[in-house]
Nanobody, 126 residues
Framework: VQLVESGGGAVQYGGSLRLSCAAS????????VAWFRQVPGKAREGIAC???????TYAASMEDRFTISRDNVTNARYLQMNSLKPDDTGVYSC?????????????????????WGQGTQVTVST
C-alpha cells in the first residue's frame, strides 16, 4: 500500500474535516496527486489535484469549500473540507501518478492516476 488516507469520519452539517494522504514509499515531490470521492449512486468525481510543483487545480463545484495542500517534510497531501453538507457523504480517496508521465486527460479524471489509496469514509449528517 503506497497511499494511505486518514481523517475521515462523521460530522454535522456545516462542519469541517481535514483529510490526509500519506505516502510511505512514494516521494510525492515527483508525483501529481489528486483527491476523488465516490458518492453513493454516482460516478467517482475529482475534487482537486496538485502537481508535483505545488500547483493546484479544483473542480469548479468544489473550489469554494475544499482546499488541497501539501507538506513536503511529512510527504503528505491534505484536503481541507469546510461547510460540509450531507451530499458530501462518500468515500474519499487520494491518487497519484508520476510527474514524468504525460497525461492527455484532465487531471481531475480518475483514469489519469495509477496509484490509489484505500479511501476514507466521510459522513455528513443533518
Amino acid at each position: 500500500v503506497q497511499l494511505v488516507e486518514s481523517g475521515g469520519g462523521a460530522v454535522q452539517y456545516g462542519g469541517s474535516l481535514r483529510l490526509s494522504c500519506a505516502a510511505s514509499t512514494l516521494p510525492l515531490d515527483y508525483y501529481h496527486v489528486a483527491w476523488f470521492r465516490q458518492v453513493p449512486g454516482k460516478a467517482r468525481e475529482g475534487i482537486a489535484c496538485m502537481t508535483s510543483t505545488g500547483s493546484p487545480t479544483y473542480a469548479a463545484s468544489m473550489e469554494d469549500r475544499f482546499t488541497i495542500s501539501r507538506d513536503n517534510v511529512t510527504n503528505a497531501r491534505y484536503l481541507q473540507m469546510n461547510s460540509l453538507k450531507p451530499d458530501d457523504t462518500g468515500v474519499y480517496s487520494c491518487a497519484a501518478h508520476g510527474a514524468s508521465v504525460v497525461q492527455h486527460t484532465s487531471p481531475l479524471i480518475d483514469t489519469a492516476y495509477d496509484i490509489w489509496g484505500q479511501g476514507t469514509q466521510v459522513t455528513v449528517s443533518t
